[in-house]
């Protein structure tokens, strides 16, 4: 059993909540059982795994399933775990492994940006939501939070996995949408979001928190989509209004193809 937070592979994890550690080492960490089992239904290769005694008989199997696979699953006292860990409820159970090698598209047919979105939940969801309505890829604008930020990981609940996603600069966005309707989700918007054709080859921006759309992505867009609201409400947080347009035109998607 490791007892002390001086061992390598403990200061290994601690590190990886640094984000250029994980871009230098190509790793990051997962929390919890459900997590690392969604890990293994997508194939992905741990390198190794921290538990407590306390990981319950789920994780226990988990456990012992990965031992026989040849991972390396180290017990480690509930204080070494409250270390490693980024929760203020230690699940038990944690595993390092690599970062997705998921391929950009040539030519997305729905893709996402986010732009300056800094708060680590709204992204997290954001990305459980893309990968729930059939978004091709995400691409993260300058200023947005790093989609390996443990609780981005957490929140988005597996979307790592099957969700292609990039850092990009602005030219660099401009470059790989080249072709594509893009429009901008804002509260200020002139057209409702139920009437643009998102069967088209298309982006949708959204905003950061604070400031809303940064001026390259103003520049950028075609159009400025709104969601309308009742009982004098402005607008509404940027996961939840992101939810709401990529699941129309996951409909509208589905209704011109429903085999798709």
């Known amino acids: 059993m490791i007892t002390s937070t001086s061992n390598d592979r403990v200061k290994y994890v601690h590190a990886l909540s640094r984000r250029k550690t994980r871009q230098e080492e190509g ?3 997962v929390e ?5 089992e969604e890990a293994l239904r997508a194939h992905a290769q741990l390198d190794f795994l921290l538990y407590t005694a306390e990981v319950g008989e789920r994780g226990q199997k988990l456990v012992e399933g990965l031992h026989a696979r040849g991972v390396a699953c180290l017990e480690v006292t509930p204080g070494v775990m409250r270390f490693c860990s980024e929760t203020e409820t230690p699940p038990g159970l944690l595993a390092v492994l690599p970062i997705p090698a998921l391929p950009q598209l040539r030519r997305p047919t729905l893709c996402l940006v986010a732009d300056a979105l800094r708060d680590p939940g709204n992204l997290g969801t954001l990305l459980r939501t893309a990968a729930a309505a059939g978004v091709d890829e995400v691409v993260l604008g300058p200023g947005s939070v790093d989609a390996f930020n443990p609780k981005v990981v957490r929140g988005a609940m597996g979307a ?7 850092t990009m ?78 699941f129309e035109a996951q409909r509208q998607r589905l209704a011109r193809n429903p085999s798709a």
């Open 27 to 29: 790793r990051f960490v």
């Open 32 to 36: 919890g059982v459900r997590l690392t």
């Open 160 to 166: 790592h996995f099957y969700l292609p996603m990039a």
């Open 169 to 246: 600069t602005w030219p660099g966005i401009a470059a790989h949408l080249a072709g594509l309707a893009i429009y901008l989700a804002d509260a200020r918007g002139s057209m409702p979001y139920t009437q643009v054709d998102w069967t088209q080859p298309c982006a949708l921006v959204v905003g950061g928190e604070a400031e809303g759309a940064s001026p390259e992505a103003d520049r950028l867009v075609n159009g400025r989509v709104s969601i309308p609201m009742q009982r004098g409400i402005e607008s509404l947080n940027a996961a939840v209004a992101a939810a709401v347009i990529l």
